[in-house]
């Protein structure tokens, strides 16, 4: 997997200003400093890409982002473009009530109406686990029966050894398969290649195959 180019597109306040629906869309949850600015960074390898996300202003909004991608080098390399939408971080629903309600109507708008919304990777941090806000927004896409993945960020913080230990915890406790959940790392080299393999099948481009995405449909009882 190769990024060509990876760019800021906009801001939106509403899922009806979003940019077009016009090409698969991936989109990222999780609370404020799990680490979804590194992982959007390390998955499209550019630094500080996700940084427009935190500037003054745009922390409440849904920030999109254009990505070229192609499925190896050469001449005979195909090519697709993905959008990447980066949700809020669920930091600034745990202020007042009428907060709270805003970014959850605005997440179950996002859920329901984006066309192109081709799957949902929601991040919990691997050695905390699941926080309230987490399981809130694990309903919302059980009611949106969206695919998505799990992605446990920081993964390097654990020993190798305690690793499986810890997914198996994080899928027990969303009650969701354990093939939903990834080990992921920003700082080491730990599922940035299967995580982009889950993305491209979800999407449907350049054949892949991934066992890691699933529908609410698929889950275990
Ligand atoms: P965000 O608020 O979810 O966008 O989180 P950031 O990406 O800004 O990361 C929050 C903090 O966690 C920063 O201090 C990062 O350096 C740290 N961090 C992010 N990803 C990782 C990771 O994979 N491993 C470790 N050890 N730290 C990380």
Same mark, same amino acid.
Not at 152 to 181: F, H, M, N, Q, Y
Not at 183 to 196: T, Y
């Given at each position: 997997?190769? +990024?060509?180019?990876?760019?800021?597109?906009?801001?939106?306040?509403?899922?009806? #200003?979003?940019?077009?629906?016009?090409?698969? #869309?991936?989109?990222?949850?999780?609370?404020?400093? +799990?680490?979804?600015?590194?992982?959007?960074?390390?998955?499209?390898?550019?630094?500080?890409?996700?940084?427009?996300?935190?500037?003054?202003?745009?922390?409440?909004?849904?920030?999109?982002?254009?990505?070229?991608?192609?499925?190896?080098?050469?001449?005979?390399?195909?090519?697709?473009? +993905?959008?990447?939408?980066?949700?809020?971080?669920?930091?600034?629903? %745990? &202020?007042?009530?009428?907060? %709270?309600?805003?970014?959850?109507?605005?997440?179950?708008?996002?859920?329901?109406?984006? /066309?192109?919304?081709?799957?949902?990777?929601?991040?919990?941090?691997? #050695?905390?686990?699941?926080?309230?806000?987490?399981?809130?927004?694990? /309903?919302?896409?059980?009611?949106?029966?969206?695919?998505?993945?799990? *992605?446990?960020?920081?993964?390097?913080?654990?020993?190798?050894?305690?690793?499986?230990?810890?997914?198996?915890?994080?899928?027990?406790?969303? /009650?969701?398969?354990?093939?939903? +959940?990834? *080990?992921?790392?920003?700082? #080491?080299?730990?599922?940035?290649?299967?995580?982009?393999?889950?993305?491209?099948? *979800?999407? &449907?481009?350049?054949?892949?195959?991934?066992?890691?995405?699933?529908?609410? /449909?698929?889950?275990?009882?």
């Amino acid at each position: 997997m190769i +990024v060509l180019d990876a760019s800021f597109d906009k801001s939106a306040p509403r899922v009806e #200003e979003s940019p077009p629906a016009d090409r698969p #869309e991936i989109c990222f949850a999780g609370r404020s400093n +799990v680490g979804k600015s590194s992982a959007l960074n390390v998955l499209t390898r550019r630094k500080q890409l996700a940084r427009v996300s935190k500037t003054p202003g745009r922390t409440r909004l849904l920030n999109f982002f254009n990505v070229e991608l192609a499925d190896r080098a050469g001449p005979h390399r195909r090519t697709a473009q +993905v959008r990447f939408c980066d949700l809020p971080g669920y930091g600034f629903a %745990r &202020g007042p009530k009428d907060e %709270r309600r805003a970014w959850g109507q605005m997440i179950g708008d996002y859920l329901q109406k984006r /066309e192109s919304l081709a799957v949902v990777v929601v991040l919990i941090d691997a #050695e905390v686990g699941p926080q309230p806000r987490d399981f809130e927004m694990m /309903e919302f896409l059980r009611v949106s029966t969206h695919p998505f993945i799990i *992605a446990a960020t920081k993964a390097d913080r654990l020993a190798r050894t305690r690793r499986g230990a810890a997914l198996d915890r994080i899928a027990r406790d969303l /009650e969701v398969p354990r093939e939903s +959940v990834l *080990a992921f790392s920003s700082q #080491e080299d730990i599922g940035w290649k299967e995580l982009w393999k889950a993305l491209c099948a *979800a999407c &449907g481009i350049f054949g892949a195959a991934s066992d890691h995405v699933l529908t609410s /449909e698929e889950e275990a009882p």
